[in-house]
């Protein structure tokens, strides 16, 4: 049984980077094919990818964000953390991360998701 | 970007009614690579379809989806009390972008 679950702060403040960290289990990071994304969706609006690892550790990211946002992965501890710097109160949202499914760049299992709020 | 433009915006039907949702995409989505998910308040988004028309593992097949190029449907054949919900189409033939939803109620 394939579970993901996202952790990190809660709260932080503009400018501040954020890190959050995707924990799962039930697939290993080093099997061919495999990957995890984040995506994130701000309260009442529509759903936003922002990054993806594969299995060979390439990694992709949305264009709009690609320089705020960092994706790396830690096979042994099966984790994913995204960073994503100079944080802004648009960037509140649930930050979800989830399973690739295999061969398709959609994603088939989703964690709960984590609800980031940026204020001072 | 692939810009995806979902219609209408909210559909109000009753239960045993068929639901047609659109989604058109800015430029052609490459080998159909177009996807939908069911997303519940509170919830995280289900995969229902990929490849525009490939059930995903434990969807009824009252789900189907259809279309190629940039206009693709997501029909739901007759609602059931569950499949009222938020719907969102995403396209993965190039850096991946999501519908901004069609919510379907209960009218």
């Known amino acids: 049984q394939i579970t993901l679950k996202e952790s990190g702060p809660t709260l932080v403040k503009p400018t501040q980077t954020l890190t959050l960290t995707c924990t799962f289990s039930g697939f290993s990071l080093s099997t061919s094919g495999v990957g995890v994304g984040w995506i994130r969706q701000p309260p009442g609006k529509a759903l936003e990818w922002l990054a993806l690892?594969?299995?060979?550790?390439?990694?992709r990211y949305s264009p709009s964000l690609k320089s705020r946002l960092t994706i790396t992965k830690d096979t042994s501890k099966n984790q994913v953390v995204l960073t994503m710097t100079n944080m802004d109160p648009v960037d509140t949202a649930t930050y979800y991360c989830?399973?690739?499914?295999?061969?398709?760049?959609?994603?088939?299992?989703w964690g709960r998701g984590t609800l980031v709020t940026v204020s001072s | 970007e692939i810009v995806l433009t979902q219609s209408p915006g909210t559909l109000s039907l009753s239960p045993g009614e068929r639901a047609t949702l659109s989604c058109r995409a800015s430029?052609?989505?490459?080998?159909?690579?177009l996807a939908w998910y069911q997303q519940k308040p509170g919830q995280a988004p289900r995969l229902l379809i990929y490849g525009a028309s490939s059930r995903a593992t434990g969807i009824p097949d009252r789900f189907s989806g259809s279309g190629s190029g940039t206009d693709f449907t997501l029909t739901i054949s007759r609602l059931e009390p569950e499949d009222f919900a938020v719907y969102y189409c995403q396209q993965y033939g190039s850096s991946p972008t999501f519908g901004q939803g069609t919510k379907v109620e209960i009218k």
């Open positions: 989830a399973h690739r499914l295999r061969g398709y760049t959609v994603f088939d299992l």
């Open positions: 430029q052609s989505v490459s080998s159909s690579y």
């Open positions: 690892i594969y299995w060979d550790d390439d990694k």
